[in-house]
């Protein structure tokens, strides 16, 4: 079991998601005058994201962070940019701080966007792929080495390059939501919270860590 781990369980998995990240940034901002929140892609959270977009949170005190971005131009499907304008930033008064990932140096704009973060971002959410693979980290690439920056750039992963959070940005996260939904990702579920280091989800830090999911280990 992950170490400090907190498993919630729910088959109203988007609202126990929506509540679950409304929670951790209030308690952010109870901390501070702002809160950071950092949102990987995928479709699965697109419905948590339409969620907390409605609640009353203060979204003129939250900065919005990218986990991780395709290289693609501005507009793309691919981009995990446009799901996210769709679902949350075109409803609320958040500061978007969007990957820069059409520029011509993805080293240089890796490093342009790493010295944005704050030193600790507040919630990160991550998604569980099914290589096991969380983030942009993903089996066999070289990033998953990467121990001196918190921003870096894969190799080409299923179409496209990506730009990614690495292991050192997520693991001073003050909390990471994992939001784990829909059938088929059981066993991966399973070696993510057995901490299991042969997938890239594995070797993801566990304390603070919430496992939102509707699956039955």
Do not use: C
Not at 200 to 206: D, E, K, S, Y
């Amino acid at each position: 079991m992950m170490s400090g781990v907190e498993l919630v369980r729910s088959s109203m998995v988007v609202d126990a998601g929506a509540a679950t990240f409304e929670a951790a940034l209030r308690e952010a901002l109870d901390r501070g005058e702002r809160a950071s929140l950092a949102l990987s892609g995928g479709s699965s959270p697109w419905p948590v994201l339409e969620a907390l977009a409605s609640s009353d949170l203060p979204w003129d005190r939250i900065d919005v962070f990218q986990v991780d971005e395709r290289v693609a131009p501005d507009g793309d499907d691919a981009r995990n940019l446009t799901g996210l304008r769709r679902v949350l930033i075109d409803h609320v008064p958040a500061t978007l701080h969007p990957m820069p990932v059409t520029e011509d140096d993805l080293t240089a704009a890796a490093a342009a966007y790493a010295a944005r973060l704050p030193a600790t971002i507040d919630v990160v959410h991550l998604g569980l792929g099914d290589d096991g693979h969380t983030a942009s980290l993903v089996p066999a690439d070289p990033v998953l080495d990467v121990v001196d920056r918190t921003v870096a750039v894969t190799e080409p992963y299923r179409g496209h390059r990506r730009m990614t959070l690495t292991y050192p940005a997520l693991h001073r996260a003050g909390r990471i939501i994992w939001y784990v939904a829909g059938a088929g990702k059981e066993h991966m579920l399973s070696r993510l919270v057995a901490t299991d280091p042969e997938i890239p989800a594995g070797r993801v830090a566990a304390d603070r860590a919430t496992v939102v999911t509707d699956l039955v280990l």
